[in-house]
């Protein structure tokens, strides 16, 4: 599977900037799909997941409220909308994918996922 993740640029405090994340390859219909950000300096952090069938989502407390995760089946892309955006959530974000027939809960771990995303750029200015 074959993640390319996009969307991401400069803006404002208060702003909105929607991620997208395609997949190609075999089944890449059926992977659980996650984002993580990690900023200079830090750990890679968890912010959102949904799975194969965009039915169930679970997000990380930093994103609850302001980002929301879905997916389109047809176009095997998932998207990250992220609204009411503070400087502190200015990182690069990362998608990522695996096969996961559990909770989402134990999704918010980036070493549950086998494929990976090159990385969107996401500055927010104060």
């Known amino acids: 599977v074959q993640l390319q993740a996009f969307g991401g640029g400069l803006v404002q405090a208060g702003g909105s900037l929607r991620l997208s994340c395609a997949a190609s390859g075999r089944a890449a219909s059926s992977y659980a799909m996650g984002w993580f950000r990690q900023a200079p300096g830090k750990e890679r952090e968890f912010v959102a997941v949904?799975?194969?069938?965009?039915?169930?989502?679970y997000y990380a407390d930093s994103a609850k409220g302001r980002f929301t995760i879905s997916r389109d089946g047809a176009k095997n892309t998932v998207y990250l909308q992220m609204n009411g955006l503070k400087p502190e959530d200015t990182a690069v974000y990362h998608c990522a994918a695996t096969v996961w027939t559990g909770s989402l809960y134990y999704l918010n771990r980036w070493n549950e996922y086998s494929y990976w995303g090159q990385g969107t750029l996401v500055t927010v200015s104060s």
């Open positions: 949904i799975n194969w069938s965009g039915g169930s989502t």
